[in-house]
């Protein structure tokens, strides 16, 4: 089975400063790797994923992760935050093979204050 | 494409009346996937499909959910009775296999048990 550990549940930051939203995840498997960002009152929109080749992923508005295989971690990263990046950001896993399933992390609110 | 498409955005109703949500998944899409979302409980799986096949309703959380696909574009989640602790947004999400996990979201419907 697979889990994913988000390990921080909230996070503040400053207008302009980095961020780091950190993600690690257990599986015996390979398996690919995906952040979703959740805006308040909305679904969930794919932020970026990573399938194979490149360990550093770039996603929309800025983000970018790093998958390491070694320490089963898939960091986001952004660095100059913004108002409008005020959200929760989900870390997710699915298996290479077998069901489309995804197993989540319990999320991180990111909050930006001016 | 219009995304995935759910209704009604928001519902509230009495204790024991059935509720059903509906969702339009993404045209081509062959995966649907019910998600319910809690402060408590965070974002769980209910069911998904396959090709308008239950593959898995483990999450299912008793007898009072049930979920059908009648077609490839339409799938319903019903509770009956509901109760207050039904009270969440539930989120419905299609894939394609050839996506390897990415799941795409609708807005959700929010429900409120009284």
């Known amino acids: 089975a697979q889990s994913v550990t988000q390990l921080d549940s909230q996070v503040p930051v400053f207008e302009e400063a980095p961020v780091e939203l950190r993600c690690n995840y257990s599986?015996?498997?390979?398996?690919?790797l995906f952040w979703y960002v959740q805006y308040p009152n909305q679904g969930l929109q794919l932020l970026l994923k990573?399938?194979?080749?490149?360990?550093l992923v770039k996603g929309i508005n800025g983000f970018e992760a790093e998958f390491n295989k070694s320490q089963t971690s898939f960091h986001l990263r952004k660095p100059s935050v913004h108002i409008s990046d005020t959200a929760e950001y989900f870390c997710?896993?699915?298996?290479?093979?077998?069901?489309?399933?995804?197993?989540f992390g319990q999320g991180t609110r990111l909050t930006i204050n001016p | 494409d219009a995304g995935v498409i759910q209704s009604p955005r928001h519902e509230v109703t009495e204790m024991g009346q059935e509720v059903t949500l509906r969702c339009k998944p993404i045209s081509g899409h062959d995966y649907l996937f019910w998600y319910r979302q809690t402060m408590m409980r965070g974002l769980e799986l209910l069911i998904y499909?396959?090709?308008?096949?239950?593959?898995?309703d483990s999450g299912m959380p008793e007898d009072r959910f049930s979920a059908k696909m009648p077609n490839a574009s339409f799938s319903t989640l019903k509770i009956q009775p509901s109760e207050p602790r039904d009270s969440a947004v539930y989120f419905c999400?299609?894939?394609?296999?050839?996506?390897?996990?990415?799941?795409?979201f609708g807005p959700g419907t929010r429900l409120l048990v009284l």
């Open positions: 990573y399938l194979s080749g490149s360990t």
């Open positions: 997710a896993v699915s298996v290479l093979q077998g069901a489309q399933k995804l197993v």
């Open positions: 599986s015996s498997v390979s398996v690919y």
């Open positions: 499909f396959n090709n308008n096949v239950p593959i898995d």
């Open positions: 999400a299609s894939s394609l296999v050839g996506l390897r996990g990415a799941q795409y």
